[in-house]
């Protein structure tokens, strides 16, 4: 049973490009979330969906940043016109359920590192 | 403000030599108390999820133990192979967000 799979592992880009973050949740699983590490911070929360709509996006910048999880194929997140502050590590997490059950369990992806030149 | 305080930072045990990490929270309401172990250029992995206070569970040489303001992760008698970093979250109950609010992790180095 695979995991959460996240590509590309590793992406560099350039001041002013476009990255790209793909994410396929565990199987069965329909609820993703999107976290962000900095360097020597903790993960924060950006955004939370489920296939076709986004649920929560209170940690998401409200520019630049988007996120989809359309009802075929992988979550992406997209970072427009990246800056240097941008770089980080992205985790893509999912559930099966949610509440409070053991359906609730976010299982996370081994993440994209970005870099950003 | 759903809050997560770990403690200690970093901690340094001998092989054998037992001991805690404390995660306390600040939350309006906790669905959930979550711990993850994360090793370097990888992402967390799961362990145990905690309900209720008075809620414990148990994993080879992990115990995880809850109350109504911290969590306690036990490690009995650590190898080597349980260096990585501890994190904890917390999920708080009311409205549609399942978003999990993390710590800053406890970095554990168990040495031979």
Redesign the interface.
Same mark, same amino acid.
């Given at each position: 049973n695979a995991g959460?799979m996240?590509n590309p592992r590793h992406l560099v880009r350039r001041r002013g490009q476009e990255a790209r973050l793909r994410c396929s949740p565990m199987k069965g699983h329909s609820?993703v /979330?999107w /976290?962000r590490q900095l360097p020597e911070? =903790?993960?924060?929360?950006m955004v /939370?969906l489920q296939k076709e709509n986004i649920?929560?996006e209170? $940690?998401m910048p409200k520019e630049r940043f988007s996120a989809e999880f359309p009802k075929e194929g992988p979550s992406i997140l997209r970072i427009q016109q990246v800056v240097r502050g941008d770089s980080a590590a992205y985790?893509c997490?999912s559930?099966l359920r949610? $509440? $409070?059950s053991?359906y609730?369990?976010?299982?996370? $992806?081994? =993440?994209t590192r970005l870099t950003v030149l | 403000e759903d809050q997560v305080t770990q403690s200690p930072e970093a901690l340094r045990l001998q092989e054998g030599e037992s001991s805690s990490l404390n995660c306390s929270y600040t939350v309006s309401g906790l669905r959930g108390l979550f711990w993850y172990r994360q090793d370097p250029g990888k992402g967390p992995e799961f362990l145990f999820t905690l309900y209720s206070a008075g809620e414990e569970k148990e994993k080879e040489r992990l115990k995880a133990t809850l109350t109504k303001k911290e969590s306690f992760l036990h490690i009995t008698a650590p190898k080597p192979e349980d260096s990585a970093t501890y994190l904890c979250a917390v999920q708080a109950d009311g409205g549609a967000t399942n978003k999990l609010i993390f710590g800053t992790g406890t970095l554990l180095a168990v040495q031979p």
């Open positions: 959460v996240q609820h /979330y /976290y911070e =903790g993960l924060k929360f /939370y649920i929560d209170s $940690g985790f997490a559930s949610t $509440g $409070g053991s609730n369990e976010q299982f996370f $992806g081994p =993440g | -």
